[in-house]
């Protein structure tokens, strides 16, 4: 059913770059083309050549010419985009589904058994169907490599589907202005061979702990790192766009509640909080609004273990 040459790293990659070819060239070619004719009228029609205008009356033949030829140019240019295009809106019924949840500034992976990655991970020449979800602003997907980019719509419900042929690791950006720090929303697709996909789905832990760092809240940082936490947040006393997680667990906040200013302590209750409520307390001095719930993608115990990291930052 969506058989290809299978030299491609996706199902997209040929009709697409039929359709780039032929408009690239038909746009040299014309481009070339007048503006030769434009020189040659230039120097055969100059004064010295031809000191009385010609008056030239219309030519039919010419005029059916150039009125017949571009519109022939333009329907076989609508053919290459149209064949291009129609196959990505069919996904094959037993497509894999994955969500992308996009979010200032990161994606993440979400696969049916609850696994989570923040690169995109999947089996070579198997359909591949995402979902694509943003929590804040619009975001799009784009994967050059597979010729294929979706804009991400807050509150739609929209997606990409896409074979993958090729084993190896490809490119992602957000290809949608999306704030301060939209350069580095970026991920990578790693293509791998069925049977190390299967090894790699069916292993238990939801984000893998990886890093040097081994010790306590180790964890943590891997899910935050994989949650995209460092977008916004740093662990060094550096403020970027919310309050540095440095020394910050056991301190008291000045926080906007409905307006009113209060003092919290930032306890493990506060911290649950302000990851699943963000916008119920505001930190003094930061932006409302900014950071989303991550209500749908973090556990009780994923946030235990963020707090965990936290208290790690406090004897540094
Ligand atoms: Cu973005």
């Given at each position: ?7 491609e ?16 060239g ?14 040659y009228f230039?120097f055969?029609?100059?004064k ?19 009125t ?10 609508f ?11 069919r ?8 969500t992308?949840?996009?979010r ?7 696969y ?7 690169e995109l991970?999947?089996p ?11 929590m ?9 490599d ?7 719509i807050?509150g739609r ?7 993958p042929?090729i ?7 957000c ?9 580095s929303?970026?991920?990578t697709?790693?293509v ?5 996909f ?5 292993e238990s ?19 935050m790192?994989?949650?995209g936490?460092f977008?916004?947040h740093?662990?060094?006393?550096t403020?970027l766009?919310?309050?540095?997680y ?10 906007l509640?409905?307006g ?7 306890d493990?209750?506060y ?17 409302a609004n900014?950071?989303?719930?991550y ?13 965990e990291y936290?208290k ?5």
């Amino acid at each position: 059913m969506y058989s290809t040459t299978g030299i491609e790293a996706s199902n997209y990659v040929s009709t697409f770059n039929t359709a780039f070819y032929f408009i690239t060239g038909v746009s040299l070619l014309l481009l070339v083309g007048l503006t030769f004719t434009m020189l040659y009228f230039v120097f055969r029609y100059n004064k010295k050549k031809n000191l009385v205008a010609t008056q030239i009356e219309g030519n039919t033949f010419l005029e059916i010419l150039w009125t017949v030829i571009p519109i022939i140019l333009s329907l076989v240019m609508f053919y290459f985009g149209w064949a291009g295009w129609k196959p990505t809106t069919r996904p094959p019924k037993d497509a894999m589904n994955i969500t992308s949840v996009a979010r200032m500034w990161s994606f993440l992976f979400v696969y049916e058994n609850g696994k989570q990655s923040p690169e995109l991970i999947v089996p070579v020449n198997t359909p591949i169907k995402i979902n694509l979800v943003s929590m804040d602003v619009i975001h799009s997907l784009f994967i050059p490599d597979f010729r294929i980019k979706a804009d991400i719509i807050p509150g739609r419900e929209k997606f990409m589907w896409f074979l993958p042929q090729i084993e190896g690791k490809y490119k992602i950006f957000c290809a949608e202005y999306c704030g301060l720090q939209h350069s580095s929303m970026h991920s990578t697709v790693n293509v791998m061979s069925q049977e190390k996909f299967k090894a790699w789905y069916a292993e238990s832990a939801k984000v893998a702990a990886v890093g040097e760092n081994a010790g306590p809240g180790a964890a943590g940082e891997a899910i935050m790192r994989a949650q995209g936490c460092f977008a916004c947040h740093t662990p060094d006393g550096t403020k970027l766009i919310g309050p540095s997680y440095l020394n910050l667990y056991g301190t008291q906040q000045v926080v906007l509640r409905e307006g009113k200013e209060i003092t919290v302590t930032v306890d493990p209750e506060y911290i649950k909080r302000s990851i699943l409520e963000p916008n119920a307390d505001i930190t003094k001095g930061f932006p409302a609004n900014l950071m989303q719930s991550y209500r749908s993608t973090l556990s009780d115990d994923d946030i235990a273990k963020i707090i965990e990291y936290l208290k790690s930052l406090n004897d540094k």
